[in-house]
């Protein structure tokens, strides 16, 4: 893939430098996450749900976004910090709940305070 020069075009206008790259575009083509490398089946469901929340979002489908997000959080796994993350972000966003915000960025900063996600955080 990367060795073929036609496909060049399409690698250029999504910033794909590395294969396997996943994107999660929406119905206009702009680019909201993108996933590069191998990953093994848990870790690339976790991608999908967040990378579908991030799509929803963005066209304020929060509560559904809330949904993936949510069963992705559930699975412990690399990405769950990320989910805990994107998932206060998206509780916010659906109805303005700060309470449901801090409830998932609490269980974040307990459970993955390393994360670079936790970082992210102003705390309280």
């Not at 790259?21 to 191998?38: I, K």
């Not at 066209?59 to 949510?70: D, F, G, H, I």
């Amino acid at each position: 893939m990367l060795d073929n020069r036609d496909h060049a075009p399409l690698f250029r206008a999504n910033t794909i430098i590395w294969t396997p790259t996943v994107g999660f575009m929406d119905r206009n083509g702009a680019m909201h996450y993108h996933s590069v490398g191998y990953l093994p089946p848990l870790e690339f469901l976790s991608t999908l749900k967040i990378g579908r929340a991030r799509c929803l979002m963005a066209w304020t489908r929060s509560a559904e976004a809330v949904e993936e997000l949510a069963s992705a959080a559930k699975v412990a796994n690399t990405f769950t910090p990320e989910a805990l993350y994107w998932l206060g972000i998206a509780r916010f966003l659906q109805r303005r709940d700060t309470d449901g915000m801090w409830q998932a960025w609490d269980r974040l900063v307990e459970f993955y305070p390393d994360s670079p996600w936790a970082k992210r955080i102003y705390a309280r």
